[in-house]
Every structure is written in structure tokens, then in C-alpha cells.
């Protein structure tokens, strides 16, 4: 079956590095996004990994797939209280009419 | 460029009634998701709209029900309200053509109530 597990909470200072992670079951899963939603909006893309990529990086975003123990995590470098908000993994498969399944959200708290 | 645009952005019903819920897809987007978000959880898939038929239904009752439009703007409806409908509702669009890996554009939400 598909399911998505997360931390609840993650507080950290600003400036410090924050790691989120994220577990998956569905080991056919082509793509593994995060998503960003601050309150009382909607989602926003972070980045996203194809299923055959270990790391993707993307200015303060480091993204890492381990597909043998389906593991992603999200690293945030110098945090900011900007960005504090919820953050949502998510997965797909690469085929028409294909649904996010997503995680119950990290809540990040950035601390100054 | 608009993003997704939701329509309203805020609604309150009674249980029983019917609601109605609009979405535009981002420009150029031809695909439209919808997907239920309660407080405190991840949003769940609803259905999904493309060529103005439901292409894929997640596991919701069929007392919810949408449309598609040719201009690809969307509509979600919900019949016989519970107070457990209760949650921000998320239009998502993207374009098949481009894949999944394009990802999918939200807009900001429904927030529904029922009381």
C-alpha cells in the first residue's frame, strides 16, 4: 500500500541547518517532491527528485534519496524564520491521471 | 502569469446543504486535481479532471462530484454536508503533456465549514 510517514516537529535556531525526513512504502514511486504551505495558504513547490537520482541541490536545498531504505530527506541550509511553515513530501508515479500521496507535514519552527 | 485561483476562499454551510467550489488552472495547464486537506493532516486526493472526464477518484464517497470545463476551469462539488467535510479544500493544476515531474501549481484553498 502507499503511505507517507513524518516527523511532527522540527525546531531549530536561525542559521543552523534543519533536516526533514521522510519515509515512503511504495518502492515504484518515480517522483518524491516537497511541498511548503505557511499558514492559511496553499502549497508550494520546493524542488522534487526523479526516482533515479540520489541528491538534487538547489541553492539553500539539499535533497537526498535513499531508495534501498525509501528514505528522502530535505536539508534547509541557514535556516531563517521565513522559513518556518509546514513541509509536505510527497510521491507520484510517472503515468497520466497519477495522484500525490502526501505525508501528515513537518512543522518546522525557526527560532532567531 | 495567474497562478490557481479558488473561488471562494472562505464559506460556511449548514449540514445537508450542497456546496459548490471553483478552480482556474494556471495558464497553460490543462489538468485539474482536487484534494481535501483537515486540520492537522496532509491534503487526500479527490479526483482528478483532464479532457473534461475524471480520469482518477481517490477513496471519497460519491456524494462529492465535479466538472470540468473546455476552458479547464473546474468545479467541485459536495452533496449532503457533514460536519467532517469540514477542511480546505486545494485546487491543483499541471499539464499531462508535461509528465508528473513538472509537478502539480496549488492554489491557496477553500476553507469549508460546516456547522
Known amino acids: 500500500g502507499e503511505d507517507v510517514e513524518q516527523s511532527l516537529f522540527l525546531s531549530v535556531r536561525e542559521g543552523d541547518s534543519s533536516v526533514i525526513n521522510c519515509t515512503y512504502t511504495d518502492s515504484s514511486s518515480t517522483y518524491l517532491y516537497w511541498y511548503k504551505q505557511e499558514p492559511g495558504a496553499g502549497l508550494q513547490l520546493l524542488t522534487y527528485i526523479f526516482s533515479n537520482m540520489d541528491m538534487k541541490q538547489d541553492q539553500r536545498l539539499t535533497v537526498l534519496l535513499n531508495k534501498k531504505d525509501k528514505h528522502l530527506s530535505l536539508r534547509i541550509a541557514d535556516t531563517q524564520t521565513g522559513d518556518s511553515a509546514i513541509y509536505f513530501c510527497?510521491?507520484?508515479?510517472?503515468?497520466?491521471?497519477?495522484?500525490?500521496?502526501f505525508g501528515k507535514g513537518t512543522t518546522l519552527s525557526v527560532s532567531s | 502569469d495567474a497562478g490557481v485561483t479558488q473561488s471562494p476562499t472562505h464559506l460556511i454551510k449548514t449540514r445537508g446543504q450542497q456546496v459548490t467550489l471553483r478552480c482556474s488552472p494556471k495558464?497553460?495547464?490543462?489538468?485539474v486535481s482536487w484534494y481535501q486537506q483537515a486540520l492537522g493532516q496532509g491534503p487526500q486526493f479527490i479526483f482528478q479532471?483532464?479532457?473534461?472526464?475524471?480520469?482518477q477518484r481517490g477513496n471519497f464517497p460519491d456524494r462529492f462530484s465535479g466538472h470540468q470545463f473546455p476552458n479547464y476551469s473546474s468545479e467541485l462539488n459536495v452533496n449532503a454536508l457533514l460536519l467532517g467535510d469540514s477542511a480546505l479544500y486545494l485546487c491543483a493544476s499541471s499539464q499531462t503533456s508535461a509528465g508528473t515531474g513538472s509537478g502539480y501549481t496549488f492554489g491557496s484553498g477553500t476553507r469549508l465549514t460546516v456547522v
Open positions: 479532471y483532464y479532457e473534461e472526464e475524471e480520469r
Open positions: 495558464s497553460g495547464h490543462d489538468t
Open positions: 510527497a510521491e507520484s508515479f510517472n503515468q497520466a491521471g497519477t495522484a500525490l500521496i
